[in-house]
């Protein structure tokens, strides 16, 4: 890729990439967070059967509130603009309300403990790469939010694979990261 405007790379700073990376990560926030309403919805769908519909409801009413909540975060930051000397501030806030979603992903795990292994094998390591994905598309611009979404919302699923058939479920859980 070839910089085409006259700005000459040694003009450009960290500083100014990392800002602009933070802005594309506000910008782009609606479209993931769009993306994750949908797969809490199928992730209901797919343990309707075998977890509790009481807790199953529990845990898509925090997921929809707190996906709300970050709609709302975002819109007010993207409406306000983010300064180049706020950027560190945002990327810190965006990888806390990250955190907390990783959290909340993390706790569903406790609805594939409830499944047989050999299921558990099957649907566990597709879950777990769902939320990697999803990870890698909604906070590449930010490794912090990157961590903080995906540390917390996986290792529940790997020990749910541990859980079932210890080491061999653990060489499918690294395989599956």
Do not use: K, N
């Not at 709609?71 to 990250?98: M, N």
């Amino acid at each position: 890729m070839t910089l085409t405007s006259s700005v000459s790379m040694s003009e450009i700073s960290r500083s100014r990439v990392d800002h602009e990376m933070v802005r594309e990560l506000y910008r782009t926030a609606p479209i993931s967070l769009t993306s994750s309403l949908i797969a809490a919805s199928l992730l209901v769908y797919v343990f309707w059967i075998t977890a509790s519909p009481a807790g199953l409801f529990v845990w898509f009413a925090i997921t929809i509130i707190w996906t709300l909540f970050r709609f709302g975060l975002v819109r007010v930051v993207v409406a306000q603009g983010i300064r180049e000397d706020q950027t560190r501030q945002r990327d810190l806030v965006f990888a806390l309300i990250s955190g907390v979603a990783g959290v909340i992903w993390g706790g569903s795990a406790l609805f594939a403990a409830s499944l047989d292994a050999g299921t558990a094998r099957i649907l566990v390591p597709c879950v777990i790469a769902a939320l990697s994905v999803s990870a890698i598309a909604g906070y590449a611009r930010s490794l912090p939010s990157f961590a903080a979404f995906l540390i917390p919302s996986l290792l529940p699923y790997v020990a749910v694979l541990v859980w079932h058939d210890g080491v061999t479920e653990l060489v499918i859980a690294a395989a599956a990261i």
